[in-house]
């Protein structure tokens, strides 16, 4: 089974700053790996992923995580954030010739001041 | 527009009610997913389907059903609501979970009393 640990459950910081959110996981197979927004009362939706080959991947909107499989690690990152940055992020992770369901983590809740 | 519709959107139960939360998508996705989201929990699987007529059992089930007879929909069925069901509950569905990841409804929060 997978497990998915985000080591901080709230980052403040301010706006203009730099930020990484972090995400480890555990599986003893090959896994591929999310990350999630959830704005204030609304649902999920997909950030970004890793599914094969350059393990540097980037969003849209500025973020990017980088894969590195030594350290079952996929953090996200961000050179420099907005208020509207401001969410809660889920770094999520599906095995390789499973269910292809996947495993969330508790979530982290970035808040960035002015 | 194209998605994954929830209703309700709020909901307030006494114990020992039933009620059966509604999802239903309009892009043809075999796959779909009922999560419960929890503060300090993250979102924890409650029940999942991979096509009409096939579901299986999540992390969370007890206390819930679900049935999925037409690709479109897959409610969720509480059976007898306890005040520790309280939460808000996240339909997603996708088509192909790894290439595109899930696409989610906007969440049913529902209040045990």
């Known amino acids: 089974a997978q497990s998915v640990t985000q080591l901080d459950s709230q980052v403040p910081v301010f706006e203009e700053a730099p930020v990484e959110l972090r995400c480890n996981y555990s599986?003893?197979?090959?896994?591929?790996l999310f990350w999630y927004v959830q704005y204030p009362n609304q649902g999920l939706q997909l950030l970004l992923k890793?599914?094969?080959?350059?393990?540097l991947v980037e969003s849209i909107n500025g973020f990017e995580a980088e894969f590195n499989k030594s350290q079952t690690s996929f953090h996200l990152r961000k050179p420099s954030v907005h208020i509207s940055d401001t969410a809660e992020y889920f770094c999520?992770?599906?095995?390789?010739?499973?269910?292809?369901?996947?495993?969330f983590g508790r979530g982290t809740s970035l808040i960035v001041h002015p | 527009n194209a998605g994954v519709t929830q209703t309700p959107k709020f909901q307030v139960l006494k114990t020992g009610q039933s009620m059966t939360l509604q999802c239903a998508q309009d892009?043809?996705?075999?796959?779909m997913s009922w999560y419960r989201q929890d503060p300090g929990m993250g979102l924890r699987l409650i029940h999942y389907?991979?096509?009409?007529?096939?579901?299986d059992q999540g992390e969370v089930p007890n206390g819930y059903n679900v049935s999925r007879s037409t690709t479109e929909d897959f409610p969720l069925r509480l059976l007898s609501a306890a005040p520790s069901q309280t939460s808000v509950y996240f339909c997603?569905?996708?088509?192909?979970?790894?290439?595109?990841?899930?696409?989610f409804g906007s969440g049913t929060r529902l209040t045990v009393v």
């Open positions: 997603a569905s996708s088509a192909d979970s790894i290439r595109y990841g899930y696409t």
């Open positions: 599986s003893s197979v090959s896994v591929y």
């Open positions: 890793y599914l094969s080959g350059s393990t």
């Open positions: 999520a992770v599906t095995l390789s010739g499973g269910s292809y369901i996947p495993t």
């Open positions: 892009m043809n996705h075999e796959y």
């Open positions: 389907s991979v096509g009409a007529g096939i579901t």
